[in-house]
């Protein structure tokens, strides 16, 4: 069976430093995979999505990059941090386009 | 640019009651329509998926439905329980598109 891995569960990080976030997929292969963020108070905003190896698609403008360096791999990641980019962070994947699943989110919180 | 709303924001009702949530979308144009729930500080789990073709889908004690030409899809809880306590979102995936549009969400709280 599918499952998705979504790692760390929590984060506290310091203005100004890097950030690393990993997401991968087990049991399928050329998933679309995507990165969305919850802020408090507000809904889900994609922030990135992939239809494949090296493919990275941006919705919004932002201080955060995303690669796909192999095929169930998505990292997000920051050279530095803004207070602003404090939030929930979930990785999704789906094959082709029917259902949505989704990781267990990673708390950011920069400090 | 597809916009999905949803209420009402918060609702709260006693245990056993049935009740309706609401999503509205702007375009019509969709591939499928899908509800989540998400428990405070958790990932969304998938509950129904309906496809653009299909007017409902049934599981358990829910039953979500999908009137594309209005723009509308409602997810019908049948005798809540405290368990069922959590937020609800909606999602639409356009014909267009490979991303999922999200609602706000629906916190629900059921009271024993």
């Known amino acids: 069976s599918q499952t998705i891995h979504q790692w760390p569960a929590t984060l506290v990080q310091p203005v100004g430093s890097p950030l690393s976030l990993e997401c991968t997929v087990e049991?399928?292969?050329?998933?679309?995979l995507y990165w969305y963020r919850q802020a408090a108070g507000r809904g889900l905003q994609l922030l990135f999505y992939?239809?494949?190896?090296?493919?990275i698609s941006s919705e919004v403008p932002q201080n955060l990059s995303a690669s796909r360096p192999q095929d169930r791999q998505f990292i997000l990641s920051s050279k530095k941090l803004l207070l602003s980019d404090s939030g929930f962070y979930l990785c999704?994947?789906?094959?082709?386009?029917?259902?949505?699943?989704f990781g267990q989110g990673t708390r950011l919180t920069v400090v | 640019k597809q916009e999905v709303t949803q209420i009402p924001a918060a609702l709260s009702v006693p245990e056993g009651e049935n009740l309706v949530l609401n999503c509205s979308f702007t375009?019509?144009?969709?591939?499928?329509l899908q509800w989540f729930r998400q428990d405070p500080g958790k990932g969304l789990t998938s509950l129904l998926l309906?496809?653009?073709?299909?007017r409902e889908q049934t599981s358990g004690r829910l039953n979500a439905s999908l009137d594309k030409s209005s723009g509308r899809s409602t997810l019908y809880i049948a005798a809540s329980q405290p368990g069922d306590s959590a937020t609800y979102l909606c999602?639409?995936?356009?014909?267009?598109?490979?991303?999922?549009?999200f609602g706000p969400g629906t916190r629900l709280s059921v009271l024993p």
């Open positions: 999704a994947w789906s094959v082709g386009r029917p259902q949505a699943f």
């Open positions: 049991g399928t292969s050329n998933p679309n």
């Open positions: 992939s239809v494949g190896i090296g493919q």
């Open positions: 375009d019509s144009a969709i591939y499928n």
């Open positions: 309906i496809q653009s073709s299909q």
């Open positions: 999602a639409v995936m356009s014909n267009y598109g490979q991303n999922f549009v």
